[in-house]
T-cell receptor, first 110, second 118 residues
Framework: QKEVEQNSGPLSVPEGAIASLNCTYS??????FFWYRQYSGKSPELIMS????GDKEDGRFTAQLNKASQYVSLLIRDSQPSDSATYLC??????????FGAGTRLTVKP | GAVVSQHPSRVICKSGTSVKIECRSL??????MFWYRQFPKQSLMLMAT?????????EQGVEKDKFLINHASLTLSTLTVTSAHPEDSSFYIC??????????????FGPGTRLTVL
């Protein structure tokens, strides 16, 4: 089992819709969770970090964490074509090592 | 903000030569810096973790004698690819943790260095 799993996609949504990106992790002792966005040919940029169960909102982005289910998600409201990118889920495991998922490629169609 | 720079952004070299990549945290001190490699259409692969003033910790399968890492200060880490070969062609990305900040485990990424070995 991979330490951090994401659906590779591609996920395609129309402009203005909600994009939902999901991630599961295997280490129950993980404490820190991150979502990064990576445009093609560029390095990742941090979008959200979340540490506690529940929702965390920042603009059009909402991260959701459920430690009991070992599940973290990212919702993008009012999706824009500029949101088209690969979204990487990252988890700091109990050893404080950051592990990345393979990424989900999102396409927002005008 | 937390800005991390890398230099050079692109490098093309002949097989057998060595290439040095610099990673700098511009507006903060980084307790830890990380080096990643990313092949096309794949996720980031952690190569090594370096702490200022100590030897780097390499991931399994990464040759420490081939990928030399020096973390000379809290704002500078270098990765030297020695005797580069075409299979070393990749996108190399560094990241840094901020020191003395509550969310110190957040990693901030540099823009990456595209290495092409002919």
């Amino acid at each position: 089992q991979k330490e951090v799993e994401q659906n590779s996609g591609p996920l395609s949504v129309p402009e203005g819709a909600i994009a939902s990106l999901n991630c599961t992790y295997s280490d129950r002792g993980s404490q820190s969770f991150f979502w990064y966005r990576q445009y093609s040919g560029k390095s990742p940029e941090l979008i959200m970090s979340i540490y506690s169960n529940g929702d965390k909102e920042d603009g059009r982005f909402t991260a959701q964490l459920n430690k009991a289910s070992q599940y973290v998600s990212l919702l993008i409201r009012d999706s824009q074509p500029s949101d088209s990118a690969t979204y990487l889920c990252a988890v700091n495991d109990r050893r404080d090592d950051m592990r990345f998922g393979a990424g989900t490629r999102l396409t927002v169609k005008p | 903000g937390a800005v991390v720079s890398q230099h050079p952004s692109r490098v093309i070299c002949k097989s057998g030569t060595s290439v040095k990549i610099e990673c700098r945290s511009l507006d903060f001190q980084a307790t830890t810096m990380f080096w990643y490699r990313q092949f096309p259409k794949q996720s980031l692969m952690l190569m090594a973790t370096s702490n200022e003033g100590s030897k780097a910790t390499y991931e399994q399968g990464v040759e420490k004698d081939k990928f030399l890492i020096n973390h000379a200060s809290l704002t500078l880490s270098t990765l030297t690819v020695t005797s580069a070969h075409p299979e070393d062609s990749s996108f190399y990305i560094c990241s840094a943790n901020r020191a003395l900040i509550a969310a110190a485990d957040t990693q901030y990424f540099g823009p990456g260095t595209r290495l092409t070995v002919l």
